[in-house]
């Protein structure tokens, strides 16, 4: 969820293949909007099921929201990346591409530092099978483009993170 121009904006996957996004002057009262569908899976292709966890970001004046996707097989989920065709957050949407992770990714986020540097972090695996989960980042030249090779940040280290499987996600800037 997000707060801007005096209202929250809170982004949600529903039923595997669209986006919608709530809006409120209150927090509270985010679940009393149905929502605005913004966005719809492709009926075939790398982003056309399984959409999860999207992210509503205000990037460079322009609404960028990311989530993640497969092809019907979890083991090609990969981040991919949406961007207002306009100025409203709840207006249409158009898919830029697939953010290059290199492998499986969920849960993408972006950081912004000083000098408009970027960075792309999210939750992956750390080679090509299921098994483990890992925070990564990767520099950004612009968002919708990862530039550089993933750096591993934080694996599942603690108790509580390998109960199931060892997994960390859910990264937040």
């Not at 809170?10 to 927090?27: A, G, L, P, Q, V």
């Not at 966005?39 to 099921?49: I, K, M, Q, T």
């Not at 990037?59 to 990311?66: A, L, N």
């Not at 697939?98 to 950081?111: P, S």
Request: proline share 6%.
């Amino acid at each position: 969820m997000i707060f801007h121009g005096g209202f929250y904006f809170y982004c949600e996957s529903r039923n595997k293949r669209h986006i919608y996004i709530r809006r409120s002057r209150t927090i509270a009262g985010i679940g009393n909007d149905p929502g605005v569908r913004v966005w719809s899976a492709p009926a075939s292709g790398g982003n056309c099921d399984n959409v999860w966890a999207p992210e509503l970001h205000l990037i460079d004046g322009r609404w960028f929201i990311y989530y993640a996707a497969d092809d019907g097989e979890n083991a090609n989920h990969r981040m991919w990346v949406i961007e207002a065709e306009g100025s409203d957050p709840r207006g249409k949407y158009a898919c830029r591409g697939q953010l290059e992770t290199g492998g499986w990714a969920i849960d993408g986020t972006v950081l912004t530092l000083d000098h408009d540097r970027k960075y792309f972090v999210w939750s992956g695996w750390p080679g090509k099978r299921d098994g483990q989960q890992n925070i990564y980042i990767a520099p950004m030249s612009d968002p919708t483009t990862v530039s550089g090779p993933r750096v591993l940040i934080a694996e599942p280290q603690h108790k509580w993170e390998r109960v199931a499987m060892p997994i960390c996600e859910g990264p937040q800037v």
